[in-house]
C-alpha cells in the first residue's frame, strides 16, 4: 500500500496520489508493513509519531521524499508579529500555550557533555533559516559585539534574549536584526521536541529517505 502526502493540498484527502494526505502524520496512522508513504515537496511543520514499524527487513514501512531534499520536516514554527522595541531589537510575545508540555525556551541545555559556561535553552530562534545568537541578558541584545570564534564573524552580532512574563503566561523573545524587519523576513522558532521519532518503544524496521529534518 502506498500513501501520498502534499503539505500544500487544499483539503486532506484518502491519501491517494490524486487525493493526498495533508499531513505525514495522517499517513503514518494509516501505515502497514512493507508500505510506502511518498511524501511530495514541502514544509511539514509537524511531529510524525508513527504508532506502527514494519515486521522485518523484507516488510519495513518506508517514508520517502518523491524529490530528495525537497520534503522538509520541521519542528519549528513561524512567529507572530514582531514589536520595534529599541533600535534593531524587537520583542515578540508568545502565548505559552503554543508549546503545550515543552517550552523550549525554559528548558535549559543540560548533560555531562555539556561544558559551556553561559546557560542556554533547547530553543533556538532562526533568521531565514540560519540560527541566532542566545545571550544571557537583554543589554547584550541591545549592545551586541562580535564573537570572535564563530566561524561567521558578521553574523555574530544577531543576538536574542528569552524570559518569561508569568502574569500573562508569555514567552518574550527579544532579538537583534541587525537592520532586518522580522516581519518581512522569514523568523521562526522552535515548538516541537522532536520531527520524527515513535513515542513508544518496539516500533522498528522504519526507513527514513531523502528528506531534510532540522
Not at 511518498?38 to 509537524?46: D, I, M
Not at 520536516?73 to 529599541?86: F, L, N, P, S
Not at 570564534?149 to 541587525?178: M, R
Request: glycine content about 10%; overall charge negative.
Amino acid at each position: 500500500m502506498e500513501y501520498f502526502v502534499l503539505s500544500t493540498a487544499l483539503r486532506s484527502g484518502d491519501g491517494s496520489r490524486n487525493h493526498p494526505f495533508r499531513t505525514i502524520g495522517e499517513a503514518a496512522a494509516c501505515a502497514v508493513p512493507g508500505g510506502v508513504i511518498s511524501v511530495l515537496p514541502g514544509v511539514y511543520r509537524e511531529e510524525v509519531d508513527p504508532a506502527v514499524g514494519g515486521t522485518d527487513d523484507r516488510h519495513r514501512i518506508t517514508y520517502r521524499s518523491l524529490e530528495k531534499g525537497k520534503a522538509i520536516i520541521t519542528g519549528a514554527e513561524k512567529t507572530g508579529r514582531w514589536e520595534h522595541y529599541e533600535g534593531d531589537t524587537y520583542l515578540a510575545h508568545i502565548s505559552n500555550g503554543v508549546f503545550g508540555d515543552y517550552n523550549p525556551y525554559t528548558t535549559p541545555v543540560k548533560g555531562d557533555w555539556y561544558f559551556a559556561t553561559q546557560p542556554v535553552h533547547t530553543g533556538e530562534l532562526y533568521l531565514n533559516g540560519k540560527a541566532m545568537y542566545e545571550v544571557p541578558s537583554l543589554d547584550e541584545v541591545l549592545h551586541p559585539v562580535f564573537y570572535e570564534e564563530s566561524w561567521d564573524v558578521p553574523f555574530t552580532k544577531h543576538k536574542w534574549y528569552t524570559c518569561q512574563d508569568g502574569q500573562k503566561d508569555e514567552t518574550l523573545i527579544y532579538a537583534n536584526f541587525q537592520g532586518a524587519d522580522p516581519n518581512k523576513e522569514n523568523v521562526e522558532i522552535n515548538v516541537r521536541r522532536r520531527c520524527f521519532f515513535p513515542s513508544k518503544e518496539g516500533i522498528s524496521y522504519i526507513t527514513l529517505s531523502g528528506f531534510v529534518i532540522r
